[in-house]
């Protein structure tokens, strides 16, 4: 074991690597609530996961949608499981990066020099969200049809450009076969991309420079 | 590095391998079953009626239609197909593939000749199935068959006989 490391280690090191990922210098009275955004990560990936194995045996047209979900949850070993971890985690995907955003903004921690990470992770927060309204829809059933022509609506509402907003959400006059493809495209080709990138970049300004420090007390005296 | 190296830290670090092994474990687990569940999969088995026995000829091959319900994940695919029956005696059945054990080309039987034979490389076969002329590798294939109640069931799946 400790000669593999070495062999990698002499060519690319990779003790480095971990060191400046894991080893980071951590400011003091840093306590649970900075590990929302590691648990944001973290249901990344069970979404990733859970999603990529759903996409297996998921057929994206009307005529099968409800068909072939009824069929990873019944007939596929694990699939109940999968499918489960896939709707839970979603809910608490939106949760954690929500509260991982609140927790940065009531610590001003997007201030000087973070604001670049404020602001893709506010795009990050877009994408989630985006996640979730595209994926309910999926399963085709009762809910995500009405919650889905409630958004195409709500879209429809906006000034001057909600016309074509909700006709651009369901690729046309009314809600069918090209608004499934369309959605099932945008949360399994367009978002993940998307949301790559981004964390991708987010995480790098995060090792680069490091977590800020909370917040010192006010001492009470005001000038 | 790790000068304060204690107790503590060892501990804590081997907690988080711990458990983050156990997560992963759980994640793993299900995760592998549910990929790797086509290998447990049973095959179906889909005995088709064919038909009563005694509208079977005597040593006079046969060809059957009928209609295959197959079921492919959440689909269920309607199918036509065929099978050659013949019998001896009215109880023994023997059932064959419609398709050339060379090429998978559809055969016929040829009456005055005794033999099915293939139009696409001139095979022919006898009526035991064994190839006679031509480039199949093997005799005719077989699908399982059984009489309940009167009735010719088959299974068609073919049992590819070597040769």
Same mark, same amino acid.
């Given at each position: 074991m400790k000669k593999i490391v070495d062999w990698f280690d002499e060519r690319i090191q990779t003790r480095e690597i971990k060191e400046t990922l894991f080893d980071r210098k951590i400011p003091k009275g840093v306590g649970w609530i900075y590990a929302l955004g590691s648990a944001s990560l973290f249901l990344l990936i069970l979404q990733a996961v859970t999603g990529i194995l759903l996409a297996m045996s998921y057929s994206a047209a009307p005529d099968h949608a409800y068909a072939s979900v009824q069929y990873i949850t019944?007939?596929?070993?694990?699939g109940a499981i999968i499918r489960g971890l896939h709707k839970w985690g979603a809910s608490f995907m939106v949760i954690v990066v929500t509260l991982h955003m609140i927790r940065v903004y009531f610590m001003g921690a997007y201030k000087f020099p973070r604001e670049l990470t404020w602001v893709l992770g506010v795009l990050i927060w877009l994408v989630v969200i985006g996640f979730g309204f595209t994926g309910y829809l999926l399963p085709w059933d009762q809910k995500g049809y009405w919650a889905t022509m409630v958004g195409a609506n709500l879209a429809g509402q906006a000034p001057f450009i909600g016309e074509a907003a909700s006709k651009v959400l369901r690729g046309g006059e009314a809600l069918g076969a090209i608004t499934l493809t369309r959605f099932y495209a945008i949360h399994v080709l367009v978002l993940p991309a998307s949301l790559l990138t981004l964390v991708g970049l987010h995480l790098f300004l995060v090792v680069r420079q490091g977590i800020s420090a909370p917040p010192e007390r006010d001492k009470g005296e005001r000038s | 590095m790790d000068t304060e190296d204690n107790g503590r830290r060892s501990f804590l670090k081997k907690a988080i391998f711990f458990l983050s092994g156990l997560i992963g474990a759980g994640l793993a687990v299900p995760s592998g079953i549910y990929f790797l569940s086509p290998i447990w999969k049973k095959t179906e088995e889909d005995w088709i009626e064919l038909g009563p026995v005694g509208e079977i000829p005597k040593r006079e091959p046969i060809k059957v239609d009928f209609v295959q319900r197959k079921k492919d994940g959440w689909v269920t695919v309607e199918g036509r197909s065929s099978a050659w029956v013949i019998t001896a005696d009215g109880q023994n059945f023997t059932v064959f593939d419609p398709h050339c054990t060379h090429l998978g080309c559809p055969y016929r039987w040829d009456a005055s000749k005794k033999q099915f034979l293939c139009p696409c490389h001139n095979a022919a076969f006898g009526?035991? $199935?064994?190839?006679?002329? $031509? &480039? &199949? &590798?093997?005799a005719l294939d077989r699908f399982a068959s059984k009489v309940v109640g009167g009735k010719l069931l088959i299974r068609p799946l073919s049992e590819k006989k070597e040769g």
């Open positions: 019944e007939q596929i070993p694990m | 009526i035991d $199935g064994e190839v006679l002329a $031509g &480039p &199949p &590798p093997r």
